[in-house]
C-alpha cells in the first residue's frame, strides 16, 4: 500500500508562483509514475501533469511552459512547479502513483494510489 500526500496549495496573486510537493510513503518508489490531476469546481478532474520513473514527461497544452514537474527519488517526492499562474489554474489539485513498466499517465483510472488533494486558489 502506498499512501501520498500532497502539500504546497495556497493563494496567490496573479502571474505568481507555487510549488506543489507529493510525497509517497509505504512501499519503494521503484518504477513509479506519479501524475498530476486538478479539479476546479463544478468540472470534471483534468490531467494537469505526469512523470514516468524514467523521469519523461508529459503536460497538458494549458501549462505547458509555465508549469514544470520533477521527482527526487531519494526523497519518494515529486514535485510541481507552477509559474506565471492564472485565475483558471484555481482547483484542488491531486497526486495519481501507479508502480508499472507501461505508462497511461493522462488516463486517471490507470492510477491505483491518489492523495487527498491541496487546494490552489489564484486572484485576479
Known amino acids: 500500500q502506498v499512501q501520498l500526500v500532497e502539500s504546497g496549495g495556497g493563494l496567490v496573486q496573479a502571474g505568481g508562483s507555487l510549488r506543489l510537493s507529493c510525497a509517497a510513503s509505504?512501499?519503494?518508489?521503484?518504477?513509479?509514475?506519479v501524475g498530476w490531476f486538478r479539479q476546479a469546481p463544478g468540472k470534471e478532474r483534468e490531467f494537469v501533469a505526469g512523470i514516468k520513473w524514467t523521469t519523461s514527461t508529459d503536460y497538458a497544452d494549458s501549462v505547458k511552459g509555465r508549469f514544470t514537474i520533477s521527482r527526487d527519488n531519494a526523497k519518494n517526492t515529486v514535485y510541481l512547479q507552477m509559474n506565471s499562474l492564472k485565475p483558471e489554474d484555481t482547483a484542488v489539485y491531486y497526486c495519481a502513483g501507479r508502480s508499472s513498466y507501461d505508462y497511461d499517465l493522462r488516463r486517471s483510472a490507470w492510477y491505483d494510489y491518489w492523495g487527498q488533494g491541496t487546494e490552489v486558489t489564484v486572484s485576479s
Open positions: 509505504g512501499r519503494t518508489f521503484t518504477r513509479f509514475a
